[in-house]
């Protein structure tokens, strides 16, 4: 695959380490951590880097406009962002951390309501912006999906036995998440009943992808990467050191999983998931700590140890077709 990529910018934005990233055409998210106790979120324009908002919270989402919609920035309404805010609570005469979602206007960085009864991580918003998945507060092992305009809970999937750490929606409107217990899932969120279900080998899965279609399931498990594909009931696997030179750290997949963006010792690289060639590879001082792909896979983020944000344009890559 030919391809060419340009740095549009780099700036610092923090003393400490970024924690997550998320990126779309016109707008960037960066967490990190000022203190143990305190995290906090930046909001960035595209590509200039100017900012935007700062909100207390340990992880940030970008909320996709509705299919059809005018841009943003011509209806001049709210850029939304789904927001995870950590606190104490007290238990008796303990302390425990809580966490809770809210809803910002990215734009001012202030709420636009809380979603009750949502905790935290693993979070993930629907293509269409309307659905909200996270992990619900009844229990560690559920997956609550709300509505994000009303913030009415509408589904609870109560199938894992173990944390799900990753969680990811279908363009058919069915959830995939992959949990410690082993078990690869999707739900019909209508039903909340498991529609495919897939035992792996591993209690570590590392990320889970969705391909443009919804038809192909990415997953890693440790160092093993699958293909599943619950529809013809194939399986495909493969190391994820196969045909690589350096060692890698995965830190994303591509919005439409063709692409996987990982950590190296020296730098980071981009992978086309399914020939492993890499397409991109650079160096970096500074670890590279969090990883982000625009929805058109024509911009891609890092950060680093360092607090540094680096903004990269991918022309082949958004305009190759899967």
């Not at 850029?79 to 809210?102: K, M």
Request: charged share 20%; with cysteine; glycine share 6%.
């Amino acid at each position: 695959m030919s391809s060419s990529f340009e740095l549009l910018t780099s700036r610092s934005v923090a003393r400490s380490e970024i924690t997550s990233l998320s990126l779309s055409s016109s707008t960037l998210l960066t967490t990190y951590r000022s203190t143990p106790a305190l995290s906090w979120v930046d909001a960035f324009t595209l590509p200039s880097l100017n900012s935007l908002s700062k909100s207390s919270g340990a992880a940030a989402v970008l909320i996709p406009e509705e299919k059809g919609s005018y841009t943003h920035a011509k209806r001049n309404e709210p850029i939304r962002a789904v927001t995870v805010r950590e606190g104490l609570a007290q238990r008796g005469v303990d302390n425990s951390q809580e966490s809770t979602i809210v809803i910002r206007d990215v734009r001012s960085g202030k709420s636009l309501g809380d979603i009750k009864g949502a905790c935290g991580n693993p979070i993930a918003v629907s293509q269409d912006g309307r659905l909200l998945a996270a992990r619900d507060a009844s229990s560690p092992v559920r997956i609550g999906i709300w509505d994000i305009k009303t913030g009415e809970r509408v589904a609870l999937i109560a199938s894992h036995i173990d944390l799900v750490m990753h969680t990811v929606f279908t363009p058919q409107g069915t959830l995939v998440t992959a949990s410690k217990d082993g078990t690869l899932r999707v739900t019909n969120i209508k039903t909340t009943r498991t529609v495919a279900r897939l035992e792996m080998d591993s209690t570590n899965p590392t990320l889970v992808g969705v391909s443009r279609d919804g038809c192909e399931i990415f997953s890693l498990w440790g160092r093993m990467q699958y293909t599943w594909v619950p529809d013809h009931s194939s399986l495909a696997s493969s190391s994820l050191s196969a045909g690589r030179t350096k060692e890698g750290w995965p830190l994303c997949f591509s919005p439409d999983a063709r692409f996987l963006a990982c950590r190296t010792e020296d730098g980071f690289d981009i992978m086309d998931v399914m020939s492993k060639e890499i397409v991109l590879e650079r160096n970096s001082e500074s670890m590279i700590t969090a990883a982000a792909f625009d929805d058109s896979v024509q911009r891609f983020c890092v950060g680093k140890m360092d607090g540094t944000i680096e903004v990269w344009e991918l022309y082949e890559l958004g305009s190759c077709k899967s």
